[in-house]
């Protein structure tokens, strides 16, 4: 039987990439490998990942500021509560071009995605993000 999770707001594996950050707060056993939460903070004016796909469904929802997200070939603006779902297989991205710090709630699945931070970790670390401005 998996354990509950109560994390009070910050907690979590935190995982620094510069401008961007990630939190993350059920993956692995602990979702018995059926997806991914984590919290994704992107610093004013910061690109994010870059833009890629995965057979994962990627899912967000907005939690302060405004994100810009590639889904497909197109760019949406989503402020504050926003939905979006990128579904496997489907290129996307997200940055912030805002001058407010921006963040957004992750949902992968299926899950088991934070065993690839520490590689993406130092990824970023030689290949530092870019600006939006």
């Known amino acids: 039987m998996r354990k509950p999770i109560i994390l009070l707001p910050g907690a979590g594996r935190a995982y620094d990439m510069g401008t961007m950050s990630a939190v993350f707060k059920a993956d692995g056993d602990e979702a018995n490998g059926a997806y991914s939460i ?4 992107l610093e004013p004016y910061s690109k994010g990942p870059g833009a890629h796909s ?6 967000f929802y907005v939690l302060e500021g405004v994100m810009s997200f ?3 070939d197109q760019w949406t603006d989503a402020p504050k509560g926003s939905f979006v779902l990128a579904p496997g297989g489907v290129t996307h991205d997200f940055e912030n ?6 963040g957004a709630l992750n949902i992968s699945t299926p899950g088991n995605f934070e065993q ?3 590689s993406i970790v130092e990824w970023f670390e ?6 939006t401005r």
Do not use: Q, Y
């Open 97 to 102: 071009r805002t001058d407010v710090r921006a």
């Open 116 to 118: 690839h931070m520490p």
């Open 70 to 72: 590639l889904v497909g």
């Open 38 to 41: 984590s919290e994704w903070w």
């Open 54 to 59: 995965h057979p994962e469904d990627d899912i």
């Open 126 to 131: 030689k290949n530092p993000l870019g600006t």
